[in-house]
T-cell receptor, first 111, second 113 residues
Framework: QKEVEQDPGPLSVPEGAIVSLNCTYSNSAFQYFMWYRQYSRKGPELLMYTYSSGNKEDGRFTAQVDKSSKYISLFIRDSQPSDSATYLCAMTYNQGGKLIFGQGTELSVKP | DADVTQTPRNRITKTGKRIMLECSQTKGHDRMYWYRQDPGLGLRLIYYSFDVKDINKGEISDGYSVSRQAQAKFSLSLESAIPNQTALYFC????????????FGPGTRLTVT
């Protein structure tokens, strides 16, 4: 079993929809939780990060961490075609540690 | 100019050949990483280096070697390429304090025939 599990999709939604992307993990020692976004033919870029449990909001994006359930989510409100990309969750034990990535979910937002 | 560059961007090689992928960065970061990306498997860490004299194996280091020539340069070698090393390879860098924020290069698409 992988340490971090993510549904690879693909996920296709109409423009304006609310998107929910999720990851589960097995190691309770993880403290930092990240979402990276990867456009086609590009390297991943950090979208959001959260320390420990709780929510974090940035514009149309909200990241949630539930450590008791070992479950993290990324919500995208009012999704746009420009949000079409692969979203990868990642986690680590400490601020300077190496990252463990999920498999990535491919999202397509149709106009 | 890009902060993290990779050369070559695309490479086709034959089984048994030695190949080197190169990475350079201008961000001044101490830490550098090599990943491979395969469909359905996400990003998997091959090797990482926290400074010039520090090299560590990642999740899938067999069949690969690395060299950290300078703070800004980190190379990945496939000593004898095999077809299942066909993948997209990414170099990344991070600051020692904020290691969760990694900056990725544009990737090298490697095909081994």
């Amino acid at each position: 079993q992988k340490e971090v599990e993510q549904d690879p999709g693909p996920l296709s939604v109409p423009e304006g929809a609310i998107v929910s992307l999720n990851c589960t993990y097995s190691n309770s020692a993880f403290q930092y939780f990240m979402w990276y976004r990867q456009y086609s033919r590009k390297g991943p870029e950090l979208l959001m990060y959260t320390y420990s449990s709780g929510n974090k909001e940035d514009g149309r994006f909200t990241a949630q961490v539930d450590k008791s359930s070992k479950y993290i989510s990324l919500f995208i409100r009012d999704s746009q075609p420009s949000d079409s990309a692969t979203y990868l969750c990642a986690m680590t034990y400490n601020q300077g540690g190496k990252l463990i990535f999920g498999q990535g979910t491919e999202l397509s937002v149709k106009p | 100019d890009a902060d993290v560059t990779q050369t070559p961007r695309n490479r086709i090689t034959k089984t048994g050949k030695r190949i080197m992928l190169e990475c350079s960065q201008t961000k001044g970061h101490d830490r550098m990483y090599w990943y491979r990306q395969d469909p359905g498997l996400g990003l998997r860490l091959i090797y990482y280096s926290f400074d010039v004299k520090d090299i560590n194996k990642g999740e899938i280091s067999d069949g690969y070697s690395v060299s950290r020539q300078a703070q800004a340069k980190f190379s990945l070698s496939l000593e004898s390429a095999i077809p299942n090393q066909t993948a997209l390879y990414f170099c990344a860098t991070s600051d020692r304090r904020d290691g969760y924020e990694q900056y990725f290069g544009p990737g090298t698409r490697l095909t081994v025939t």
